[in-house]
């Protein structure tokens, strides 16, 4: 059974940094892809990053680019998300989502999501 | 870029049956789509991949009420036999290379 658990959110002042950590169990997390999308509350979903099953490509929304760092470690089965340059707007639910298909380089849908990490900036 | 429109809310009887629509942007028709539902205080869950042609793979443990169709931009999410717990948030979702993009959602009120 798939399992995806978020960890690391909390509160940070603007212009801070924080680190999100995705474990995952249950598939072979070197064949897959992984995301990172965001909730602010009451609104809708917003893709954040991607990166390749194998690390070796990253993507970022308009809105970190130059921000957010997407990376993983397979040997751990861990997806991390480096923010740095934190805004009032990033304030956000933060899930951890799996690629559906296996090595694929191309795009895909999510099969799976963590239950979500908050992160809240304020001062 | 590909953009996907929903609309805001829905409403319908308990019992009943609902169609949500996802609509791709024009040019776009070929793209397969993923819908997603979310209910209230709860993350997201992945309910089924629908492709253009109409073909779809649901989720694990997703009931038979739920269902999914395409017709040119537009993709279709149904749902028969309308439960309680099937009031929620409906997203689709799609993608190009190195990108991924989400409709706004409709918000489904079961009466």
């Known amino acids: 059974q798939v399992q995806l658990v978020e960890s690391g959110g909390g509160v940070v002042q603007p212009g801070g940094s924080l680190r999100l950590s995705c474990a995952a169990s249950?598939?072979?997390?070197?064949?897959?892809?992984m995301h990172w999308v965001r909730q602010t509350p009451g609104r809708g979903l917003e893709w954040v990053a991607l990166?390749?099953?194998?690390?070796?490509?990253?993507y970022y929304a308009d809105s970190v680019k130059g921000r957010f760092i997407i990376s993983r470690d397979n040997s751990k089965n861990t997806v991390f998300l480096q923010m740095s340059s934190l805004r009032a707007e990033d304030t956000a639910v933060y899930y951890c989502a799996k690629g559906a298909v296996p090595t694929v380089t191309t795009g895909d849908y999510y099969d799976s999501w963590g239950p979500g990490t908050l992160v809240t900036v304020s001062s | 870029q590909v953009v996907l429109t929903q609309s805001p809310s829905a409403s319908a009887s308990l019992g009943a049956s609902v169609k949500l629509t996802c609509t791709l942007s024009?040019?776009?028709?070929?793209?397969?789509i993923a819908w997603h539902q979310q209910q209230p205080e709860k993350g997201p869950r992945y309910l089924m991949n629908?492709?253009?042609?109409?073909?779809?793979n649901k989720g694990d443990g997703i009931p038979d009420r739920f269902s999914g169709s395409s017709s040119g931009t537009e993709r279709y999410l149904t749902i028969s036999s309308l439960q309680s717990e099937d009031e929620a948030d409906y997203y689709c979702?799609?993608?190009?290379?190195?990108?991924?993009?989400f409709g706004g959602g409709t918000k489904l009120s079961v009466l």
């Open positions: 990166i390749w099953f194998d690390g070796s490509n990253d």
């Open positions: 979702q799609t993608w190009d290379p190195g990108f991924q993009v």
């Open positions: 249950g598939f072979t997390f070197r064949l897959y892809g």
């Open positions: 024009s040019g776009h028709s070929t793209y397969d």
């Open positions: 629908l492709k253009s042609d109409g073909s779809h």
